[in-house]
Structures are given as structure tokens and as C-alpha cells.
């Protein structure tokens, strides 16, 4: 069972910024693809940025150029560093494990934290 604790969301204005971490407890971190997942109210949740654990990243058409997602292994440690945050980002942010050890998938997720940006 992996835990992943949260931490950084807050109340930013619109051109802010905000770095948000998530602190695994599994000793065997870097085997997982890590991932930071929205939702706003109203919306679907959303697969913002993801790093998998050869370094590859992936991230959403509306966050490119401005979010960074990242990895420290030995912290067992995921950051998004969010810049230029616009009205639009404000959301529930997630941050998700997940191993494929085929057939199957293990997937966990942290207790989610606000970002919330005013205009």
C-alpha cells in the first residue's frame, strides 16, 4: 500500500505561482509513474502532467510552457511547479501513483489539495 501525502496548494493571484509536493511512503517509488491530476467543480477530474519512472513527462495542451513536473527518488518526492496560474487552474490537485505489473495495475492516490487562483 502506498500513501502519498500532499502539501503547497493555496489561494494565488492570477501570473502567481505555486509548487506542489507529494511525499510517497513506498520505498520502491521509483518503479511508479507518477502523476498530478485536477478537478474543478463541475468538471471531470484531468490528467494534468505525469512523469514516468524513466524520466519521460507528459502534460495537458492547456498547461505546457507553464507547469514543470518533476522527481527526486531519493526524497521519494513528486513537484508541479505551476507558473503564470491562471483563473482557469483553480482545482483540486491529486497526486497518483501507478505500476503496471502486467495483468495488473496498481494505482494510489493522495487526499487531494486546493489551488485556488483569483483573477
Known amino acids: 500500500q502506498v500513501q502519498l501525502v500532499e502539501s503547497g496548494g493555496g489561494l494565488v493571484q492570477a501570473g502567481g505561482s505555486l509548487r506542489l509536493s507529494c511525499v510517497a511512503s513506498?520505498?520502491?517509488?521509483?518503479?511508479?509513474?507518477m502523476g498530478w491530476f485536477r478537478q474543478a467543480p463541475g468538471k471531470q477530474r484531468e490528467l494534468v502532467a505525469r512523469?514516468?519512472?524513466?524520466?519521460?513527462?507528459y502534460y495537458t495542451d492547456s498547461v505546457k510552457g507553464r507547469f514543470t513536473i518533476s522527481r527526486d527518488n531519493a526524497k521519494k518526492t513528486v513537484y508541479l511547479q505551476m507558473n503564470s496560474l491562471k483563473p482557469e487552474d483553480t482545482a483540486v490537485y491529486s497526486c497518483?501513483?501507478?505500476?503496471?505489473?502486467?495483468?495488473?495495475?496498481?494505482?494510489?492516490w493522495g487526499q487531494g489539495t486546493q489551488v485556488t487562483v483569483s483573477s
Open positions: 512523469i514516468f519512472s524513466g524520466g519521460r513527462t
Open positions: 513506498e520505498s520502491i517509488f521509483t518503479t511508479y509513474d
Open positions: 497518483n501513483a501507478r505500476r503496471v505489473q502486467f495483468p495488473t495495475t496498481y494505482e494510489y
